[in-house]
């Protein structure tokens, strides 16, 4: 496994790391999710990330009874904040109130006395800007986070977080969140260039666009039963489950068996490609995913094969 810092953080998180999006504490048994954390772990994945509203907090509580049997010291745990947990007023967003209390909620469910990094899962429009870096720093100086981050940020909002807390002595975000794949490459236009420059990491997530870089789909009407597309995680994949793409997801595999890889491990190495990307986040619902995917952490691909990658799927990615 190989390593990058965490944008200009002196923090080193494994290129490959582990998700619990839909998965943990949900439709995967717990004693496969924790197979799965054990698995990761073992070949060398030290950031494990999560959020607070994945399975209502059950994903947390997985996630943690997991990393329990390591060394503190040894893993990057991160977990988030924004949704909804309640119907109250101050039940979602990332207001002073909500951000604090939820931080030591997500502690206690994570069976941990401080968060790695700790991300807002979304921007929000109606809290102050100020309010939301200052409580961020806040839990940093009170040894509650070290690092913390956001996700799904664009690349204005990123720059006015990061100058506000130079021009304030607060603790600058360090990371991004973004959805980034090969079938979706809208951050590269703004947010890779601003957050290389800002000196902010992105662990992005959802590398494999929900599977489908797997190859694992031949078609949109014969999804295999027990996938994503064959469940309600289909909704999130819809827009990717076209004759057209699939079709050139096929062609891509080819290519990842001429490369002498899998085309999951293909397709996370071209997102690491790009220097600002510090970790691809990977979700998996067996140890043998686990395994399959560590593998590109590895992997030196020729520059060439990622370009007919790139190409090959030009025309069904979106930006």
């Not at 399975?55 to 990393?67: D, I, K, T, Y």
């Not at 429009?125 to 009170?142: F, G, K, N, S, Y």
């Not at 600002?276 to 979700?283: L, Y």
């Amino acid at each position: 496994m190989r390593y990058r810092r965490l944008g200009r953080a002196g923090l080193e998180v494994s290129v490959v790391s582990l998700g619990s999006w839909l998965t943990y504490g949900g439709t995967v048994a717990e004693e496969t999710a924790m197979a799965c954390v054990h698995r990761a772990f073992e070949l060398g994945v030290n950031f494990f990330d999560t959020a607070n509203v994945y399975a209502g907090g059950r994903a947390e509580q997985v996630m943690g009874a997991a990393l329990s049997r390591f060394r503190r010291d040894d893993y990057v745990l991160a977990t988030k904040v924004y949704f909804p947990v309640g119907k109250g007023p101050n039940d979602s967003g990332l207001s002073r109130k909500h951000v604090w209390e939820q931080a030591h909620h997500s502690l206690r469910r994570l069976g941990v006395d401080y968060i790695d990094l700790y991300q807002c899962h979304r921007y929000d429009a109606d809290t102050p800007l100020e309010e939301t870096c200052r409580v961020m720093d806040d839990l940093i100086r009170a040894g509650k986070v070290l690092y913390w981050g956001t996700s799904e940020w664009s690349a204005d909002q990123l720059r006015a977080a990061t100058e506000l807390c130079r021009a304030e002595g607060w603790s600058p975000p360090a990371s991004n969140q973004p959805q980034y794949s090969a079938l979706q490459r809208r951050i590269e236009a703004a947010v890779l260039p601003t957050s290389e420059k800002l000196g902010i990491g992105n662990v992005v997530w959802s590398p494999l666009a929900q599977g489908v870089l797997t190859g694992k789909y031949r078609s949109p009407d014969d999804a295999p039963v027990g996938t994503r597309a064959a469940s309600q995680g289909r909704q999130f994949m819809e827009s990717w489950m076209t004759v057209e793409t699939l079709d050139a997801v096929a062609a891509a595999g080819k290519v990842a068996e001429q490369a002498g890889c899998s085309l999951a491990q293909l397709a996370l190495v071209w997102c690491l490609r790009q220097p600002a990307v510090s970790s691809v986040i990977a979700g998996a619902t067996r140890p043998e995913h686990v395994d399959d995917n560590v593998l590109a952490g590895d992997l030196d691909v020729d520059p060439e094969v990622l370009d007919t990658l790139t190409e090959l799927l030009d025309p069904v990615a979106a930006r």
